[in-house]
């Protein structure tokens, strides 16, 4: 039996709806209070002086940059391992694959704090291992954002990429094995074709997550420079209403980078990755 | 060919000639090469699966050059060479879309051609109809044949089907709980079973009797047969059964099923159950009592084990 369109939609409505109210409700605020001028004005007055303020902010550009490193290594290096990983456990029982799971689960802000908990100096991997050779808490270069988003996020793309490596790519990498591939070209003939497009979608979603999240690097992240989201929080500290409008301004610049990124790598699916299944 | 019910491990052995199931023992020789100790990727055989296992990725052309991928063949020579087979099977109006809108027979030539475009030593398939819709199952069969016949390439295929098995096969092997109980010409399986097993695999009734003098005592009545006196297990086809007035045997007919061509009786009579096949327009009718005959020349003597 088909369903029918309407049946469709009357199914979808309900998130659909939920969405628009949420994200869409939010993202119109977001807006409105971008555009208010930073003392007030009225529904009828609006100005850009609060994305001037960001614009002209060299923290902003530090932030933006911060965050776009720090998204960049969380999401190549977890989709990397992620990949392996579910390419190792691909035949392994239900067993594995929900240890493999049970971190995704677990909020962003636990991990972060049972990291600084770990390896801030004089934490538990100093009592136990001596010193360690890296600093990861409070670091430039954000390498302890990265280690908690690897732990999180790894998993996560774990969980997607299996539920493609199921039986029917097993089946299909013994169709290619019989023809004469070894295990380099089954990888790029079978495995690959099979999980770019969940891979692709997945990355997209930790690396949008991971360029506006505040929790990690406000907990283990360095002082200096902020992440967009530690940003926008500090503007709206420095002064409650005038901060809002500037925090709005910075997050909806976030927002926008990760619309582009969104649009590139669906672009880049539709185009060249036709759908595989 | 093999033929065998399900669970029977044919699939398994299928797998484990390819490289896809480690052996427990034994080896496997191909063309009087030991093949068992290389990979999958080297023993250069070919399967058509019972599900064709296409890459949706990739049009009708490259799903079949797919075998010439891992020798680096060049891919307009690849494509050149596969459009070659899809004609062969009929697709060329499909070559060159995507796999997606192909029907199940379609499905299976692909698979077909792809398995044939790699050249390979031994053509193994695993039933290759049984995904495939009845009405089109004839022409791809007749495919199968011509195809086996005009690249002389050396095919083993696998079947729960004993009469795909009897049309595709010049040899029949009948594989059960994984051993061979007899491999044969398809005729001698269907006639001459050496095990009551087989007999019934084949679709022959089977009757255990006492003969004295060269006559088989069954239900009462005497049945003239060959062979020494003592117990003997005979077999017998269904539509070598026959129904008259003149049958020594009295049976009753306990279920009459119209199959199309023909009607299938289900015949009992004390401890014997015999099944019998007669033409449509002269079917008994259930419940009964219809004259057996079973021809001493038809009734077939199980040798002892």
């Keep these: ?277 | 060919m093999i033929v065998g019910p399900s669970g029977s491990g044919k699939t398994t052995l299928l797998r484990a000639i390819c490289g896809l199931e480690e052996l427990d023992g034994g080896r496997i020789e191909l063309g009087g090469r030991r093949i068992d100790d290389l990979p999958a990727h080297r023993r250069r055989c070919a399967v058509v699966f019972q599900e064709p296992r296409l890459l949706p990725h990739l049009d009708v052309l490259d799903n079949v050059a797919i075998g010439l991928v891992a020798g680096r063949t060049p891919r307009k020579t690849r494509r050149a060479r596969a459009r070659e087979l899809v004609e062969e099977v009929g697709l060329e109006d499909l070559a060159g879309g995507g796999v997606k809108g192909l029907s199940g027979g379609e499905q299976q030539r692909t698979a077909l051609a792809r398995a044939l475009c790699a050249e390979p030593e031994l053509l193994l398939l695993d039933e290759p109809l049984s995904a495939v819709d009845p009405n089109r199952r004839a022409s791809l069969m007749s495919l199968l044949l011509d195809l086996q016949r005009r690249r002389e390439v050396t095919t083993l295929a696998v079947t729960h089907d004993r009469a795909e098995a009897a049309e595709l096969g010049e040899n029949i092997a009948l594989l059960v709980d994984g051993r061979i109980l007899q491999s044969d010409q398809p005729q001698d399986l269907f006639q001459r079973p050496e095990s009551e097993e087989a007999a019934r695999f084949f679709g022959m009734n089977v009757i255990h009797g006492q003969v004295r003098s060269g006559l088989l005592e069954l239900e009462g009545a005497r049945l003239a047969v060959s062979g020494p006196d003592g117990a003997g297990t005979f077999a017998i086809r269904p539509e070598s059964v026959e129904i008259g007035s003149a049958g020594q045997l009295r049976m009753m007919v306990n279920e009459a099923v119209y199959l199309g061509s023909y009607v299938r009786l289900r015949l009992g009579g004390g401890e014997t159950t015999i099944e019998a096949q007669v033409p449509v327009g002269d079917s008994p009718a259930a419940g009964s009592i219809v004259g057996v005959s079973l021809p001493e020349s038809r009734l077939w003597r199980i040798p002892r084990p």
């Design chain 1, 1 to 277: 039996m088909t369903a029918s369109p309407w049946r469709n939609a009357a199914m979808l409505a309900p998130a659909l709806l939920a969405t628009i109210l949420l994200f869409g409700g939010a993202l119109a605020g977001a807006v409105e209070q971008s555009f208010t001028p930073p003392l007030g004005g009225g529904f009828d007055t609006w100005s850009l002086q609060n994305w001037q303020t960001v614009l002209g902010d060299p923290v902003f550009g530090e932030a933006m940059l911060f965050s776009l490193r720090t998204a960049f290594f969380a999401t190549v290096l977890s989709a990397a391992i992620a990949l392996g990983i579910a390419y190792l456990l691909r035949s392994h029982g239900s067993a594995t694959r929900t240890a493999a799971a049970f971190p995704v689960p677990v909020p962003h802000l636990i991990v972060a704090v049972v990291a600084v908990l770990w390896l801030a100096p004089g934490g538990l991997a100093d009592r136990l291992l001596g010193s360690l050779p890296i600093n990861f808490v409070r670091d430039q270069a954000g390498l302890g954002v990265v280690l908690v988003y690897l732990f999180k996020e790894t998993p996560f793309l774990v969980v997607l990429l299996m539920s493609v490596m199921g039986r029917r790519m097993q089946e299909r990498e013994e169709m290619a094995a019989v023809y004469g591939m070894g295990v380099v070209a089954r990888l790029k003939w079978i495995v690959w074709p099979t999980v770019r497009t969940p891979l692709a979608v997945g990355s997209l979603i930790v690396a949008a997550y991971v360029f506006s999240a505040f929790e990690v690097p406000l907990t283990v992240g360095p002082n200096y420079p902020p992440s967009l989201g530690t940003y926008a929080l500090e503007v709206t500290q420095s002064g409650a209403i005038e901060g809002a409008g500037e925090a709005a301004a910075a997050l909806l610049l976030g927002a926008l980078a990760s619309i582009a990124l969104a649009l590139a790598i669906l672009g880049l699916i539709s185009r060249r990755w036709p759908t595989s299944d």
